[in-house]
């Protein structure tokens, strides 16, 4: 109770406001550095909510956590770790919407995987080592190109050339067996305007549940050439992760008896007794090669274009104990006059893809007006395999076996422009608008044999406006609204395609609408920001399957988030910093009805018609409706801080039923960071860190995922359910060199 009460006075002793850091505040001067970035990112009049996290700010995060992590103390964000610990599996959500929801750009090429639309950062592992700043854009923001922004953007720059050499090297070691290297160096520019910067990274990982180990690799290599008006840069970002497979969570019982317990790769021999395979794994390696040039032909206007090319391929592997055949596309199998219908089987599911981007635009920019344009282009290839690697019983089964192969093309083009007209010294008028099309075509048999071909095309226009009031050289009020529109995800057409029902699936449509304010001075920031963000044709799991068993997902008309954000960063001394934030939110479908399965009994298990639940209003999957964080920052000398942090996460639902049975309950996690830092003689610098994560050693799992059945009998509904512990007290230590 001291503990909670310690954190909880930190958090409400700044409930008023929520903070903007300082170094937000968007530079005048128009460097060719800065026209990339400038053209999807909020700027300091912008009507957006949006925060800016800098390198400096990254690089006193431990250095085991993932980007994701490294945002979870900003408003309104969520983060959980599959594995329970800082590499793996990581992902975050804002204001309740999912990844698949966020847009995610990298020098404003899209991140977001075509199909799925979401971003893996496991494939993207100490990305923020060479990353310059981070814009996080709440709600609709600006224009972004890629999937929609669908409740949230994560605008990322990677590190501009240095004007010095230098050179830089960590080493990190921490909790179950976790150790990680970086290393960094850079030539400066030359004379003639050349440079080269070179990062790579390397960790690895016990993790906190079973199997939930982690080889990590990343490198990322930049060269470039500038001049007074021109700028080329030739970019090369490599991803490579090694994982044991985390995502099938444990059960209650299990969670609270053994909270390590992962049943990935879980089976019985002969005895009966349980056996693990040892390469329960997730594989997969990205290469991404952008080029970028910008042309400044004046102070006002300046001209860029990007290039970019992906490649992604990889593949997990999983022991399937006592599958049958028919699953597989084979017969029975007869070994010495024997018939097996069922087996154990060890297979791959794997994918394969390129990904090529386009975009350009002009900017110009003058002291009361400022102007971007632009279009993008992209094209996505993907195949997605099934392989049969081994099977117990082996008749004339083929090596390598393959069972399924399906395709995905996907076409995205889109055209925006956005504008910020200072009117007055006082009214600043935001407009942004894009129209964008898509193309997506499936073809072949899925997993299961359902051919998936099937054509669908699409079309939106996106617009946003808004105000900006400065009522003083310190504090400005701002209103915006905004429309976004998203497309079905492969899942989701593949759902719509074997039900029967393709023809109803819908895109989704969002209108937001923000009012806030920010304040800031010398000692204090201040932002408050409400929000209510109307959904139309959200699309949300019900329940409800055909007659064959597959699931449908279906339109709902109402639905919205709809909450208030407040934060604030207070230096009442040199030495002394407080930060805090919180968001109280609703988030909730309007006339919800949830299918539940029904059988006969709880013996037999005879399904019969579907139990049919209305609700008039039920809460949205996994969104908690209390969000909040306080840190206090302590700087006693120059080369010296300390920062203890803590985070709550109200009670949030495993489904949309908002059922006692699928509650993940409310929780709290502290941090500790501190630091002290070498100057040696040759202006080198030497820096020691020590972090530990759940400071007070809380016991909780932040997600999780619930089936239930009913019986006709009236016998007690059954309930399974798959949570994911997060680890107790963890810590990680860092010896960083730069010169």
Request: proline share 3%.
């Amino acid at each position: 109770m001291k503990k909670l009460i310690l954190c909880g006075f930190f958090i409400f002793s700044t409930l008023l406001a929520a903070g903007q850091d300082k170094s937000e505040k968007v530079s005048q001067e128009f460097s060719l550095d800065s026209v990339v970035i400038a053209s999807t990112r909020a700027g300091q009049n912008t009507p957006v909510a949006h925060t800016t996290v800098s390198r400096e700010q990254m690089s006193m995060e431990p250095s085991n956590h993932s980007l994701p992590m490294m945002l979870s103390l900003q408003p309104s964000v969520v983060t959980t770790v599959e594995g329970g610990l800082g590499l793996g599996y990581s992902k975050l959500s804002v204001r309740g919407t999912d990844a698949s929801r966020i847009n995610v750009t990298v020098n404003g090429i899209a991140m977001n995987d075509a199909e799925s639309q979401e971003v893996f950062w496991v494939n993207l592992p100490a990305v923020q080592n060479f990353l310059h700043s981070v814009q996080l854009q709440r709600g609709v923001g600006t224009t972004a190109n890629g999937p929609a922004s669908f409740g949230a953007s994560i605008n990322m720059q990677t590190n501009p050339p240095a004007m010095d050499a230098y050179g830089r090297a960590e080493f990190s070691f921490g909790s179950y067996s976790t150790y990680l290297t970086s290393i960094a160096a850079g030539t400066g520019v030359s004379k003639n305007g050349f440079s080269f910067d070179v990062s790579y990274s390397h960790g690895t990982t016990d993790g906190y549940i079973r199997n939930a180990k982690a080889d990590l690799n990343s490198l990322f290599a930049s060269a470039g050439w500038r001049n007074a008006n021109n700028s080329l840069k030739l970019n090369y970002i490599y991803g490579e992760q090694h994982t044991g497979i985390t995502w099938e969570g444990i059960s209650l019982e299990d969670y609270y008896n053994n909270r390590r317990y992962n049943p990935a790769g879980e089976y019985y021999d002969e005895a009966g007794n349980v056996r693990y395979y040892d390469n329960e794994t997730d594989n997969y390696s990205q290469h991404h090669i952008q080029a970028i040039y910008t042309h400044q032909f004046s102070t006002r206007l300046a001209w860029n274009t990007t290039l970019n090319f992906t490649k992604g391929d990889g593949y997990y592997e999983n022991y399937k104990y006592d599958d049958t055949f028919a699953e597989y596309g084979l017969d029975p199998q007869v070994i010495d006059e024997v018939t097996y219908e069922n087996g154990d089987f060890i297979i791959r599911e794997a994918m394969d893809n390129a990904f090529y981007a386009a975009m350009t635009s002009l900017s110009y920019r003058t002291s009361d007006f400022n102007l971007v344009s632009g279009v993008s282009y992209s094209f996505y290839d993907g195949d997605h395999i099934g392989k049969m690697l081994w099977s117990k019983y082996n008749q004339n089964i083929p090596d390598d076996y393959r069972w399924y192969l399906n395709n995905g093309k996907k076409e995205d083009a889109s055209i925006y422009a956005r504008a910020e007209w200072a009117v007055s010294p006082l009214v600043t008028v935001f407009a942004d608008m894009q129209y964008r099309y898509i193309e997506y075509k499936l073809k072949g048999p899925d997993d299961d044999f359902v051919l998936l071909d099937n054509n669908r095309y699409y079309s939106f226009f996106n617009p946003k406006g808004g105000l900006s009031f400065n009522l003083s050289p310190r504090s400005t009020l701002y209103a915006s609204v905004a429309v976004s529109h998203r497309e079905p995800s492969r899942s989701d057409i593949k759902e719509s395609i074997k039900s029967g029902e393709e023809g109803k699936l819908k895109s989704e449509r969002l209108i937001d609408y923000e009012l806030g304010y920010r304040y800031a001075s010398d000692k204090l920031s201040l932002m408050a920001n409400l929000y209510f963000m109307e959904y139309k044709n959200q699309l949300v799991a019900t329940g409800r399957l055909t007659d064959v068993g597959y699931v449908i997902k279906e339109n709902i008309p109402d639905s919205y988030r709809r909450g208030i954000e407040l934060a604030a960063a207070w230096s009442p001394l040199k030495w002394l910093k407080i930060d805090a934030n919180l968001t109280l939110s609703k988030n909730e479908l309007k006339n919800f009805t949830n299918y539940v399965d029904t059988y006969d009994n709880d013996t037999d298990w005879n399904p019969v018609e579907q139990t049919a639940v209305f609700y008039k209003k039920s809460k949205l999957t996994l969104s908690p409706e209390v969000i909040s964080m306080a840190m206090v920052s302590v700087k006693p000398v120059e080369s010296v801080g300390l920062s203890l942090s803590c985070k709550y996460v109200g009670e949030q639902y495993m489904d949309n039923s908002s059922s006692d049975i699928a509650r993940v309950p409310g929780y709290y996690t502290a941090s500790f960071n501190s630091y002290k830092e070498f100057t040696m003689k040759n202006n080198s610098k030497i820096r020691v860190s020590f972090s530990v994560d759940n400071l007070f050693n809380n016991r909780y799992y932040s997600y999780g995922w619930i089936y239930y059945a009913m019986f006709a009998n009236g016998a007690p509904d059954y309930v399974e359910q798959g949570v994911y512990p997060q680890a107790t007290i963890n810590f990680v230590a860092k010896v960083a060199y730069s010169f």
